[in-house]
Every structure is written in structure tokens, then in C-alpha cells.
């Protein structure tokens, strides 16, 4: 197991040789790397596993958050493949594999941004999601984890399966080095692009229990899971 000084010179290194790389489109990323999509997320294999093994037993209505092809979906539908699904992605590509994949399970597919998208009220189980949400900087993980909360019903849970940074030096550099990248290709506000930006475990808590959450458990493995609690 790599230390925390280790995985900080590696990340250096590899920011220091992709320095001259164009930042992609987020939903072009993805449509363009659809075919070694599966095989290329495998490393998150047994974290897909204990994410559907965390979702409570009687969530019925769930949505989730960059839902892409449905990895993490595989295996809630393998414990349960009456659990009625909607799921939201940029991509129509990710969705058309998703699709295909799952033609005989209760699934709706929205092509939508979630930040856009209308999640209604005291309406879902659960709302979820995996390898999405670190592509956003705080300020606007605010806002839609207070959606989130919202949305919910009143026993309802957030289980989020994402890359958390390993310290604040990881976090602020990354951070930076993303928004010096927009600044220089003069990406405009609203365009959304493919750069990993995660939070400390301890800023991620901090926002979700600002929007009111508790957060119930924390599990590691290579991603980390926090099941975050509408009310105890
Ligand atoms: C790394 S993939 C993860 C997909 C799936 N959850 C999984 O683990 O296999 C991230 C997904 O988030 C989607 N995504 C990113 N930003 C989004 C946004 N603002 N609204 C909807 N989908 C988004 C991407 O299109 C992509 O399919």
C-alpha cells in the first residue's frame, strides 16, 4: 500500500506530465471511451459490490446520479431486481448501453444534467451515486445536496460511492490546477469537463451535514461509500 507522501509524488508527476493536455467535454469524455468503458472501471469491482450491499432492504424508489452504463446497478439488481430505478446522465451513449443492458428491469432513463433536473419532493428511498460526483467543486455540491435532502422521503438515505482526495494538499491542488486549466482554454462557466477535483472525507461530510444529513457509516475500499441518513 502506497503512503499518503508516495501517492502525492505520483500525482504531482502525472499532473506535471499531462500539463499540456486539453480538458474534454464531460459527456464527450465518456461517449468517446464508451467502448473500454466496463473493463476500464473493473478496478472498482468490489466497491460496486459493498455499494449495493449498503443500500437498505426496503428501498423501492431510487434515483441515481450518473447512473453512466450501471455499474453499480448490476449489482443492486442482482440482490433485487424489483428496486424501480431512474436513472440521470449527460450521456446518451452511457444510457443507451445501460438500456440495453436492462431491458427487462423497472428503469427510467433521463438524459439531463442533475443540477438541472428535477428531483420533486419526500419522493425517493434512496437517491445514489458512484465515480460522479467528484468532478464538481464544492459550491455546487452544496446546492444539490440540499436537493438531494429534499427530495428524500422521510426515512430516506444518500449513498455515495466517489474518490476522496487523501489530505487538503491533494484537494486544494487539484482544485487549482483545474481551474487554471479552464482559465487558460477559456472553458466557459456553464461547460462541464472531465477533471477529477475530490474532497477531503472530512469536507465531503461537512457539506452533506450542512444540507442536514447524518451521516450514518463510512466504508472503504477503493472508493469510499458514505450512507448518509435523512433522519436517524
Ligand atoms: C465515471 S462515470 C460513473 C458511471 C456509473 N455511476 C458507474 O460507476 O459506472 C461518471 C458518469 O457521470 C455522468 N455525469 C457527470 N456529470 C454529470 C451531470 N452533471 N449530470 C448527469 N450526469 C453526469 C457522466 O456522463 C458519466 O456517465
Known sequence: MQSSEEYMQNLKQWLQDTADSQLEEMSDFFAKRLDG??????FWRESYQIFAEALPSECQKVLDLGC????????IWQKNPNIEVTGVDLCAN????????HQDKPLTTICQDYFQYDFGY??????ISFESLHHFL???????YKKIYCSLNERGVFL?????ACCEEEE????????KKREQSAISKNC??????????????????????????????????????KQR
Do not use: C
Open 138 to 144: 464544492p459550491e455546487r455540491k452544496k446546492e444539490l
Open 68 to 75: 453512466g452504463t450501471g455499474l453499480e446497478l448490476d449489482k
Open 160 to 164: 455515495l460511492g466517489d474518490y476522496i
Open 172 to 179: 486544494n491542488l487539484l482544485r487549482s490546477v483545474y481551474l
Open 122 to 127: 419526500g419522493k425517493w428511498d434512496a437517491v
Open 94 to 101: 452511457m444510457l443507451y448501453k445501460l438500456l440495453e443492458k
Open 192 to 229: 462541464y469537463v472531465h477533471f477529477d477535483i475530490p474532497l477531503t472525507l472530512e469536507h465531503e461530510k461537512d457539506l452533506l451535514q450542512d444540507a442536514g444529513f447524518v451521516i450514518e457509516k463510512v466504508l472503504g475500499g477503493n472508493a469510499t461509500i458514505l450512507i448518509a441518513q
Open 37 to 42: 468503458y466496463e473493463d476500464h472501471m473493473s
